[in-house]
C-alpha cells in the first residue's frame, strides 16, 4: 500500500484518528481547530525562536485534509520546497578517516 495519490495520506489520517467517523461538520470544525492553532503556533515562530519552517507546513498539511485553500498553498510550499532543494548544491560523500 505505497500509493501516492493525493487523497491517500488524508483518508489514511482522517482514518488513523477516527476522523471519517466523525460528521462531515465536526470533522471540519476539529480539523479547523488543531490545524489552525498549529499554523498559528507556527507564524508565532517567525518572530520568536523555534523551528517555523518547519512547523507552519505541518499546520498547512493537517488544514490541507479538508480545506482547498489550505491544499493550494500547502501544494506552493511544497513547490518552493522542491524548487530550493533543486538549487541547493549536492554534497559528495568523502570518507575521512
Partial sequence: ????????FSSRFKHALRLD??????RKVIIGIAGGLILLAGVALLFLPGPAFIVIPIGLAIL??????????????????????????????????
Fill in 1 to 8: 500500500m505505497n500509493s501516492t495519490a493525493p487523497g491517500d
Fill in 21 to 26: 467517523e466523525l460528521s462531515p461538520s465536526l
Fill in 64 to 97: 490541507a485534509t479538508e480545506f482547498a485553500w489550505a491544499r493550494h498553498y500547502f501544494q506552493k510550499v511544497r513547490h518552493w520546497y522542491e524548487k530550493a532543494k533543486s538549487r541547493a548544491p549536492k554534497k559528495k560523500k568523502s570518507r575521512s578517516f
